[in-house]
């Protein structure tokens, strides 16, 4: 059965440095790399209260545009390890990611597969696992990030949802903050508080948080083409 979650192609195809994708994806580093004044950061957890609202394809975006613009290593990795999904993004195989890291198979550097973007690295979920939960929760994680930190200027964690499952605040405890991904429209905002909770309460910094699909739901006059932001930006994702 076709898997319902897998992209078709690579994802980069999609992206285009001078889209209202890549401009938002700029503005989003810019709030980033001016979060702490004096204090760069080097790593980030993207989370989402729930499924589906677009994390694995925003973290995917944001390290593309990352890496791409800004000239900067970037180190992207599936940390979803119940619903992994970023080999599909970038059409790699699963395997050799970081379930076979975290079980001490291999060393962080078999692990990072090539893109056709020099700067961009990305570290696939690995082979499917029966305890996510056990292999994330291990002191060895830290040694992981620090050491991807070191071949690297930002390191990017597309995570599980905050709600359902705790992994992403294990991950987070690691990481310099965590971007939390709403889908407009969607998200309810009794969920959205929670999820805020639940990051504060762990403290992980909230770094900030991205609107996913707002064309779908902003009146037309807020939407792209009404500011003609369309020139010059064929392929539009939908
Ligand atoms: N802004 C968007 N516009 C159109 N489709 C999107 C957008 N963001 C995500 N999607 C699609 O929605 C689905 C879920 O996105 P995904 O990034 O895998 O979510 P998550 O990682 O939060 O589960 C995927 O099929 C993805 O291609
Ligand atoms: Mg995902």
Not at 185 to 209: H, S
């Amino acid at each position: 059965m076709e898997d319902k979650r897998k992209p078709s192609g690579n994802i980069l195809s999609f992206y285009e440095s001078e889209s209202p994708v890549a401009t938002e994806f700029r503005r989003v580093y810019s709030n980033l790399r001016n979060y702490l004044p004096g204090q760069e950061i080097k790593s980030v957890l993207i989370t989402s209260p729930a499924l589906g609202e677009g994390k694995s394809t925003l973290a995917s975006l944001l390290s593309i545009e990352i890496a791409h613009r800004h000239n900067k290593k970037v180190i992207l990795i599936d940390c979803d390890l119940r619903r992994p999904n970023l080999h599909h993004f970038f059409a790699l195989n699963q395997e050799k990611g970081l379930t076979e890291l975290l079980q001490g198979k291999l060393n962080l550097q078999d692990c990072l597969k090539p893109t056709p973007l020099e700067n961009l690295k990305v570290m696939t979920s690995g082979q499917e696992t029966n305890t996510p939960a056990e292999l994330i929760d291990t002191p060895y994680l830290q040694e992981v990030i620090a050491e991807a930190k070191l071949y690297s200027n930002l390191v990017i964690a597309d995570c599980a949802p905050v709600i359902p499952v705790s992994d992403p605040l294990i991950i987070g405890s690691l990481m310099d903050g965590a971007i939390l991904v709403l889908k407009a429209g969607f998200t309810q905002v009794e969920v959205a508080k929670r999820a805020v909770e639940i990051l504060r309460n762990a403290q992980v910094k909230l770094l900030g948080v991205i609107m996913n699909n707002m064309d779908e739901v902003l009146p037309y006059y807020y939407s792209y083409k009404y500011y003609g932001y369309e020139y010059g930006y064929s392929k539009k994702r939908k």
